[in-house]
């Protein structure tokens, strides 16, 4: 049982490039969530899901699209990396809404330079 | 505008004493509360939460306060162990919405 893991767990990045984040869980969990750490920030929510199938905007969405095909995986997608996106992204599932406790992965640090 | 607010950014206490960290909210709206912890290299684990209808909860060396009036959340850990040093979050939601707001964390070092 691995829980929450994320692929790659870093990546530099040149402006302009596009890359896709995968997040995987095995908990068989309904939610599934994207946040992003900066330094002196709280977790920010990017967007998350619902269920197979279904996404919606978070906090901070531009720049970013998602996708969940399968239940399992919750992809983070960059089209255009800007330095702007910088930082460390976090995946979360949870069983099923946002009261009951959220499982994080251990992160990808991006670096667009 | 920060909703939630994690004024210390670091706390050091001796191994065997209480730890207190401190988390301030703006929103009157919150009705739930978590606390995470974060090591180095690590995605945050969940520790406590608490629901605006208690005042504590409480699980193992882990108690949380919540003071509504005072717009005020805090976690005591008792014993502190070396094991606790850590990255704690606070973070805050309002009932029927999706969002948790988090705080910006603090860092304990708990001294052998």
């Known amino acids: 049982n691995a829980g929450v893991t994320q692929t790659p767990k870093f990546r530099v990045l040149k402006t302009g490039q596009s890359m896709t984040l995968l997040c995987a869980q095995d908990?068989?969990?309904?939610?599934m969530y994207w946040y992003r750490q900066d330094p002196g920030m709280g977790l920010r929510l990017i967007h998350y899901?619902?269920?197979?199938?279904?996404?919606a905007k978070g906090e901070v969405p531009d720049g970013y699209n998602v996708s969940r095909l399968k239940k399992q995986n919750f992809l983070l997608g960059l089209e255009s990396a800007a330095p702007s996106q910088t930082s460390v992204y976090f995946c979360?599932?949870?069983?099923?809404?946002?009261?009951?406790?959220?499982?994080f992965g251990p992160g990808t640090r991006l670096t667009v330079l | 505008d920060q909703q939630v607010k994690q004024n210390s950014p670091s706390l050091s206490v001796q191994e065997g004493r209480i730890s207190i960290l401190n988390c301030d909210y703006t929103?009157?709206?919150?009705?739930?509360f978590l606390w995470y912890k974060k090591y180095p290299a690590e995605g945050p684990t969940f520790l406590i939460s608490?629901?605006?209808?208690?005042d504590k909860n409480e699980d193992g060396r882990f108690t949380v306060f919540l003071n509504k009036s005072a717009k005020h959340l805090s976690l005591h850990i008792v014993p502190s162990q070396p094991g606790d040093s850590a990255v704690y979050f606070c973070?805050?939601?309002?009932?029927?919405?999706?969002?948790?707001?988090f705080g910006t964390g603090t860092r304990l070092k708990v001294l052998a």
């Open positions: 908990m068989n969990h309904e939610y």
């Open positions: 973070a805050a939601r309002t009932s029927g919405t999706y969002k948790y707001i």
């Open positions: 979360a599932s949870s069983v099923q809404g946002f009261d009951n406790e959220q499982f």
């Open positions: 608490i629901s605006s209808i208690k």
């Open positions: 929103n009157s709206m919150f009705d739930y």
């Open positions: 899901s619902v269920g197979e199938g279904t996404t």
